[in-house]
């Protein structure tokens, strides 16, 4: 079975250009984005690091929020916040940064929630019990709500090598603890000479994994179960992060997360912008900005495989490099994986506007 994915070519062109292609997908799936008066539609987005230049841009998220107040909902835009440093690792500084890049209410139409709580960890807990992650937490209006708008900017990744919708539902819309869980199957460790010895993290760790040895925090690696609540907890910085995941066991992760998130939801929209697709995502600070492909144009579907497996066929076929090409060992089994977990079809029709 093929999905439908809408794709409108536009190549490099202008702000308002890409606007009036927005407009012209916006009208073609016209009844895929009909919703109840007054019904509450979460929009995701990811604004971006402070330092990324390249990433959704609010102007066309506008358009969207327009687009879903004149059916009579009312929609909100929603991220959560990051395990890494920054100004997105709590929602004070993160409502701060969506502001000034243009993201607050007065820009877009609608206001932009950190749906995670102050510090990433307000969420519930769910089980998935599926082969690679037990349990995920998520912002607490999932399951009680029944649509969900997903804006995404393609870009590769230093993990997965491509990273679009999949991505930006797995990791966007999961509590920091998750983010943390599907990132590395490595335990956190300590670092000393950052250890102030506040006991937080003893004190949240669910498991007694963690105790002081010579006035600083040890973790015991073979008690610890990797849930990544005393990264959560730390303020200074002190709990070090593994990066260096097994790239498959990294994917397989994201689509099973993606996957029961998406399972919470009953009417689906994805939209990917390719544009200024650069190598690294717009998580990192200080990212490799190099562009890996030609601008593409805007895709949207209501398969979140379908999507992000056409979008990474045209950047491959547009491609200013050949980075995308090289990884697709990794993200090309993620697809498979994804389809074989009812993601999506990796078939598509592309439909030319
Ligand atoms: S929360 Fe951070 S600073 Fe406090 S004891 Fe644990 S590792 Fe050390
Ligand atoms: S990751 Fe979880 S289990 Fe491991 S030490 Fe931190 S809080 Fe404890």
């Not at 250009?17 to 509450?40: P, T």
């Not at 998935?128 to 969900?148: T, W, Y």
């Not at 002081?212 to 610890?224: G, H, P, S, T, Y």
């Not at 697709?277 to 495989?305: F, H, P, Q, V, Y």
Request: charged share 25%; glycine share 6%; net charge positive.
């Amino acid at each position: 079975m093929k999905s439908d994915v809408y794709f409108i070519k536009t190549g490099p062109c202008s702000k308002e250009e890409r606007g009036a292609a927005l407009e012209k997908v916006l009208k073609n799936a016209s009844s895929l984005l009909s919703y109840k008066k007054d019904e509450i539609v979460p929009i995701k987005v990811t604004i971006g690091d402070s330092t990324c230049v390249y990433h959704l841009n609010p102007e066309l998220v506008k358009s969207v929020v327009n687009k879903i107040k004149k059916s009579g909902a009312k929609p909100f835009l929603f991220d959560t916040s990051v395990i890494y440093k920054g100004q997105r690792q709590n929602a004070v500084d993160h409502m701060s940064l969506a502001q000034s890049k243009g993201f607050g209410q007065t820009k877009t139409g609608a206001p932009f929630l950190v749906a995670d709580g102050l510090l990433g960890q307000d969420g519930k807990e769910l089980p998935v019990n599926s082969e690679n992650i037990n349990k995920i937490r998520v912002p607490s209006f999932v399951g009680m709500l029944d649509s969900l708008i997903v804006l995404s900017h393609p870009t590769g990744h230093i993990v997965s090598g491509f990273a679009a919708a999949i991505k930006n539902v797995a990791m966007g819309m999961s509590c920091r603890a998750t983010k943390q869980v599907q990132h590395s199957s490595l335990k956190p460790s300590v670092i000393e000479k950052k250890c102030t010895a506040c006991g937080l993290c003893i004190d949240i760790c669910p498991v007694q994994a963690i105790s002081f040895k010579e006035n600083k925090a040890l973790i015991d690696q073979k008690a610890c179960i990797g849930c990544g609540e005393c990264l959560c907890a730390c303020k200074f910085d002190a709990i070090f992060i593994n990066w260096h995941e097994d790239p498959v066991v990294f994917c397989k992760r994201m689509v099973e997360v993606a996957g029961f998130i998406l399972s919470k939801f009953k009417n689906k929209f994805f939209i990917n912008f390719a544009f200024d697709i650069t190598k690294e995502c717009d998580c990192i600070s200080n990212k490799d900005e190099k562009m890996i492909s030609k601008d593409i144009g805007i895709l949207a579907s209501e398969d979140i495989l379908s999507l992000d497996k056409a979008t990474s066929d045209l950047a491959c076929r547009d491609k200013k490099t050949d980075y995308l090409k090289d990884k697709q060992p990794v993200y090309g089994p993620m697809f498979d994986y994804a389809a074989e977990k009812g993601l999506g079809n990796i078939e598509y029709n592309l439909i030319e506007l």
